[in-house]
């Protein structure tokens, strides 16, 4: 099965009460969560962080400007503030580089990525390679793969091929709104996937609270019988 990572984020942008909805799904059993390089400020995200640490989550900072010098900055930011996993990216030799002797795992996006929110182009062999390229770099954990945000590849065949590709974890970021999606992308073999959007918005079983739709996207995530109250 694969690791659900609960982001704190609407429309590529760290939703402004983030502290509050992390509150209330710290109950849940949820094990890692996220949120973007944009939409709160540097203190916002030092203080989630810190409480998510203490909730016992492991915490991902997803980015999604494709600016080289914003990038790098937003990387120093995710040492300062003690995120453990550093996901998206578009300039890996730098940001590998950077993060190396930081304990912070590495997944950047494979591929090429387009405007914001965030878009995927590109042939499927293509992107199976350069994910390839980049899990073989020396700082470099995995891949942060945005399936389902090509615009015409299908995003199951296309995580199942980078997946056979890469030597390290791949997490399935964006778009991800269905239980049918969720045991797609798990049958593919990738470690992990995001939703975050779909959540805001009140798409996913056990609403119409956040809590209630995060415990059964864990159910389904962990092979479990839908059961929001458990």
């Known amino acids: 099965m694969s690791e659900f990572i609960f982001m704190l984020t609407h429309n590529d942008a760290t939703v402004e ?17 996220g949120f973007k390089d944009v939409g709160a400020s540097r203190e ?34 995710a040492a300062e503030i003690g995120v453990d996993c550093v996901l998206g990216g578009t300039h890996p030799a730098e940001g590998a580089a950077l993060l190396r002797e930081t304990g912070i795992e590495y997944y950047p996006f494979p591929g090429t990525i387009e405007g914001h929110p965030s878009v995927l182009v590109g042939g499927l062999e293509e992107i199976a390679e350069h994910a390839r390229e980049l899990t073989a770099l020396d700082g470099v954990h995995g891949v942060d793969l945005l399936a389902y945000r090509h615009q015409s590849l299908d995003p199951i065949a296309l995580t199942r091929a ?15 709104a269905t239980l049918d999606q969720i045991a797609a992308v798990s049958g593919t073999g990738a470690w992990g996937f995001t939703i975050g959007g779909a959540i805001f918005e009140g798409r996913l079983p056990g609403g119409p609270t956040i809590a209630g739709q995060v415990a059964a996207v864990l159910n389904a995530a962990d092979g479990r019988s839908l059961n929001v109250n458990s």
């Open 17 to 33: 009460n983030a502290r509050e909805v992390l509150e209330e799904v710290a109950d849940t059993g949820l094990r890692c969560i």
């Open 44 to 77: 916002t995200l030092a203080e989630v962080t810190a409480h998510a640490h203490d909730a016992g989550m492991k915490v991902m900072l997803e980015i999604v400007t494709t600016d080289a010098a914003e990038e790098l900055r937003t990387l120093g930011t």
């Open 162 to 176: 980078v997946v056979d590709a890469v030597d390290g974890p791949v997490i399935v970021a964006g778009s991800i």
